[in-house]
């Protein structure tokens, strides 16, 4: 996935660069173009190689989130899989001091609560919750509690904010509930995590990849109703109760355009961001407030924890 990465940058070189520093970003984004600073979802390593986690820093890697996407790996809990730690482990422990002492970002979105609040009680450094909603909005178990929320922003933290509707609008999680299959938490406690107990090596990845895709995309396929669709007031809102809870630094913008959920009406890809700015002003927000949500704070967090700064 990183070479997948650093070969997409080169090849569009004139456009875009490859960041490794809070320093960095500011610098290519003076010249013109984007700045790649990269993170990687779903864990670098199922077992937390901490070999690997140091080979794929040498290649560029500046961030990861911790958990194998929604499934529990060997050192953290996924919010919707098995808790089988309880949290993390000590190795989970010895992850997150590697990526300190590395100056990697520590990213805690899709664990579970005591994941995230261990998380941030054993980094040196602020972690970020990359992506997803509040829980107090919407009781779906990919959004952030309160209490973790506080605790990611105490450390100097930021959370992102998701756009989709799914983890932001109540409205429409009320009509999408009763299809939505949500493990119970928590659950039985097997001895090692759900994915290494049947885990099949002798499928080709044509034949995983055709299995795995009965089920992507992941959100909804039918016909909307009007009246379950979310607008980008919504997410302002949504952006409104963060700032309230946690203070405007700590506060960002978390799009995971491509990850599933639909987007709100006013929103069909990252050239439609404006009108999150103006849905931001109506609220009454002043201009430095709104560049903090819109990049500064990750900004802030980046510089802080790859240069120490």
């Known amino acids: 996935m990183v070479e997948l990465a650093l070969d997409q940058i080169k090849h569009n070189s004139g456009a875009i660069e490859l960041a490794l520093t809070g320093s960095d970003i500011e610098r290519i984004n003076k010249s013109g173009k984007i700045a790649a600073f990269l993170d990687l979802e779903g ?5 937390g190689d901490l070999h690997l986690l140091r080979a794929l820093y040498r290649l560029g890697l500046r961030s990861m989130q911790l958990t194998a996407h929604n499934t529990t ?9 098995v808790y089988t730690w309880g949290g993390i482990n000590d190795h989970g422990k010895a992850v997150i001091k590697e990526m300190n002492d590395l100056g990697m970002v520590i990213n805690v979105a899709h664990a579970s609560n005591a994941a995230i609040l261990q998380s941030v009680a054993a980094s040196r450094h602020p972690v970020i919750y990359s992506h997803g909603g509040f829980f107090s909005i919407v009781d779906h178990p990919r959004c952030i509690s309160d ?12 959370i992102g904010i998701h756009f989709g509707s799914l983890f932001n609008n109540p409205q429409y999680w009320k009509w999408q509930r009763p299809n939505t299959p949500i493990r119970p938490q928590p659950v039985p406690q097997p ?3 759900r994915i290494f107990d049947s885990q099949v090596t002798a499928q080709t990845i044509e034949e995983v990849d055709k299995e795995l895709a009965k089920t992507v995309p992941l959100n909804f396929r039918g016909t909307i109703p009007d009246e379950y669709w979310m607008h980008v007031d919504q997410l302002a809102r949504v952006i409104d109760y963060g700032v309230t809870l946690v203070g405007e630094d700590h506060v960002a913008l978390g799009s995971d355009l491509d990850g599933g959920p639909e987007l709100p009406r006013e929103i069909k ?4 961001y404006p009108q999150i700015t103006i849905a931001m002003q ?3 927000y002043n201009d430095q407030r709104i560049r903090k949500i819109l990049g500064l704070n990750w900004l802030r967090v980046i510089r802080q924890v790859t240069q120490g700064k």
Request: hydrophobic share 40%.
């Open 73 to 81: 790996n060997a050192f953290i809990d996924a919010c919707n899989d």
């Open 269 to 272: 890809d990252i050239s439609d």
């Open 282 to 284: 109506k609220l009454g």
């Open 43 to 47: 864990g670098y390593d199922l077992h």
């Open 191 to 193: 001895k090692t995590p």
């Open 147 to 158: 209490e973790a929320a506080r605790a990611v922003a105490a450390k100097g933290g930021v």
